[in-house]
């Protein structure tokens, strides 16, 4: 089941696109978060919505939002995929699928495939706090874009 609004968010150590070690606990205090749950690196939908974020992303950093994408594939898929696309923002690797799991965000099946990230969006505040959360069943719907900002605004 997907948290939800008012749960406290699971933290987590993943790898980005360097090999280093991100927590989200290391923005406790300091930054609200924006969780994107993306299913597989080089696909259209995933590609689009990545590139859109990225050039959008001072709009974020003025909402005062750190803002991590999250897909199942390997750092080193991710950072190729980061690169040919433009893709700014920071990438995490959850391969072992843990992540996305305790937040609810998997597809039983996709594509042939289990365990891959649904198309999520969750906004954890400066407190640990889940502040907003959209779990896509589709894995073509994006999330609620104006929705997000709207409590980025509120917090």
């Given at each position: ?32 978060v ?12 995933c ?15 003025d ?5 991590l994408?999250i897909s ?8 190729a995929?980061?690169e ?8 995490l ?19 042939g ?10 906004i ?29 605004e509120?917090?």
């Amino acid at each position: 089941m997907a948290l939800c609004p008012g749960d406290q968010a699971p933290d987590f150590t993943l790898k980005n696109t360097s090999m280093e070690e991100v927590s989200l606990s290391s923005f406790r205090g300091t930054s609200n978060v924006l969780l994107l749950f993306v299913p597989f690196a080089f696909t259209g939908v995933c590609t689009q919505e990545l590139c859109d974020i990225t050039q959008g992303l001072s709009g974020y950093a003025d909402l005062d939002a750190e803002v991590l994408g999250i897909s199942v594939d390997s750092p080193f898929s991710q950072k190729a995929w980061a690169e040919k696309e433009g893709i700014g923002i920071a990438l995490l690797s959850d391969l072992n699928k843990e992540v996305s799991a305790a937040y609810g965000a998997q597809y039983g099946e996709l594509l042939g495939y289990t365990g891959v990230a649904k198309r999520s969006a969750f906004i954890v505040d400066k407190q640990g706090v889940v502040r907003f959360a959209s779990v896509s069943e589709d894995a073509k719907v994006l999330p609620d874009f104006a929705a997000i900002k709207a409590c980025l605004e509120s917090l």
